[in-house]
């Protein structure tokens, strides 16, 4: 994440708990800071931030906001906590919720197989609020030296990633309010915040694991070089002193035997820091949390399976205009190809 967002996120999170931002010139701002919240972040309630090292020396009262700062930190707990973060409402004009029927239906049918059914046919469309969510991740991979890197993941309210829909998002402009013509909707509530936020750190967890291994397996050649030097001197002192051992007189043997031990410990210790200077620990850390407030229109379809009506769900994103996950109704999971063993079930399920 550069800098420039760290500062909008400083100062988007103190605007959110109601402080005052008044900006100072280059990299300064001045912050009115509401009392309880000030003694929280243990700051004074009128403060100078800077977010560049120039603009702080400059003004030696400022307070230098940089990654690893406390008062990040306190800030992402305190939103965490209120379990809000930033709302960003998207407002649509009138004919962004035209959706014909003829298109819902190719919608589903390009994106969807529902399996040993008839066409499905449409029951009712109508818009509706759903929440999305975007975790933004630091991820730090440490070996002899640091990379650090912001991951974001988007997930609509089931938790499942938006993969197509990161640049739809973009465009979203954030808004205290809902728009004209989203205060009317009905909401669907999502999944618990707990359970989005989980899923999402699984997916970066693992997408930083795979990193690390890569930057292993880059620097693999220069280990193995090294560990094999290191191998063949240690080698070739520990068979010089089975030499000397086998040839010295009885004496002198038990003194040489303790000397080899030494070189053996030495050896393991010093293959033990050859595999750590090498090894690439990994660290992720929630940066920020955005939830969007978007509608969709909600599509009820009724498919035919020989005698039966099957009902079915899906959501058109009004931003992305395409559709939404379709979540197996026994895992969750997203899934293209369902099946109805007395309800809707993708691959990762189907018995
Ligand atoms: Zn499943």
Known sequence: MPKADLQRFVLDALHQAGGI???KGYGLTEVLVPQALAERLNIPSLVTLAFESEAAREEPHALLVTYGHPLVDDLIAYILERQRGFRFYAHLEPHDYEVSSERALALVEETLEFRKTRRPAIE??????????????????????????????????????????????????????????????????????????????VEIESLARHRAKDLVALDQGKYDTEYQRMSVYYNGTLKDLDDKIAKAP?????????????????????????RAAYDVDHQVALDHVRMFVVPRVAVSLRLQQKTEQLPAHVLINLLTRGLDPFPCQRCGLPTVTVSWEGRWVGDCCQS
């Open 21 to 23: 931002a008044e900006p």
């Open 124 to 201: 009712a469309m109508s818009p509706v609020l759903c929440y999305d969510f975007s975790f933004g991740f630091r991820v730090t991979w440490q070996s002899s030296s640091r990379i650090e890197e912001t991951l974001v993941k988007l997930v609509d309210g089931n938790g499942n990633a938006l993969a197509a829909g990161e640049a739809a998002y973009d465009r979203v402009f954030w808004a205290n309010h809902l728009g004209p013509h989203e205060e009317k909707l009905p909401s669907l509530p999502p999944v618990a915040f707990q359970t989005l936020w989980q899923k999402a750190s």
């Open 250 to 274: 009885v004496e002198r043997k038990e003194a040489l035997a303790e000397r080899r031990q030494a070189v053996l410990a030495d050896r393991d210790r010093r293959l033990a820091d050859l």
